[in-house]
């Protein structure tokens, strides 16, 4: 069955810190993935998304994601951390039918909190 | 308006109550998903239209939930007979195309009491 997997649940970094949150995925085919953002109270923003070619995809707001298909991983860093990046952070994948998206299927999510 | 639009943000309803949930997609935005997001957890899947036809329901978790887009805009998504374990954030999300990647509201907390 398809899942996703985020193996921490909560983060606590520094500000000014680099930042790198996991995310590995079971999934039958090559899958469209996606890193999104939500702030308390609110929906989900989209950071990036990787949909095919450049295995290294860059994103808004400073972060990257790297694809690892050997891996089966798509783990979203940052190289320094702002106080305002604090928020839950979910990895998705979506299926992949002949380039066509579907429903997306949500990791369980990572908290992430910002030090002074 | 420039994003999704969900109403009410909030809403708190009896057991056995029945509940209407709205959403606004993006204009001319031809896919609209709702996911629901128990507390703690990540979205998860209920339903999807493309345009009015409703292509996929297996995520709604019993026939008390129905969800329609009529015109192939709005959206509604009801709860029938509310039950204590319906209480989640709905989101509803919408693409121009399934193609694109989904831009998502900022949901409606439903509470049951």
């Known amino acids: 069955a398809q899942s996703v997997t985020q193996p921490d649940i909560h983060i606590t970094v520094s500000e000014g810190a680099s930042l790198e949150l996991r995310c590995n995925y079971s999934?039958?085919?090559?899958?469209?993935l996606f890193w999104y953002v939500q702030s308390p109270g609110q929906g989900l923003q989209l950071l990036l998304k990787?949909?095919?070619?450049?295995?290294l995809v860059q994103g808004i707001k400073g972060f990257e994601a790297e694809f690892k298909r050997s891996q089966s991983s798509f783990n979203l860093r940052k190289p320094s951390v702002h106080w305002s990046d604090a928020a839950e952070y979910f990895c998705a994948v979506g299926p992949n039918y002949g380039g066509s998206q579907g429903n997306l299927i949500f990791g369980k999510g990572t908290k992430l909190s910002v030090k002074p | 308006g420039a994003g999704v639009s969900q109403s009410p943000r909030y809403k708190v309803a009896k057991r056995g109550q029945d509940v209407a949930l709205r959403c606004d997609p993006i204009s001319g935005h031809v896919s609209l998903f709702w996911y629901q997001q128990a507390l703690g957890q990540g979205p998860e899947f209920l339903t999807y239209f493309q345009n009015e036809a409703q292509l996929d329901k297996s995520g709604l978790p019993s026939d008390r939930f129905f969800a329609e887009r009529p015109e192939g805009s709005v959206s509604t998504l009801k709860i029938q007979r509310t039950q204590q374990e319906d209480s989640a954030v709905y989101l509803c999300a919408s693409s121009l195309d399934r193609n694109q990647p989904q831009h998502f509201g900022d949901g409606t907390r439903l509470s049951i009491l």
């Open positions: 999934y039958g085919a090559t899958p469209y």
């Open positions: 990787y949909f095919s070619g450049d295995t």
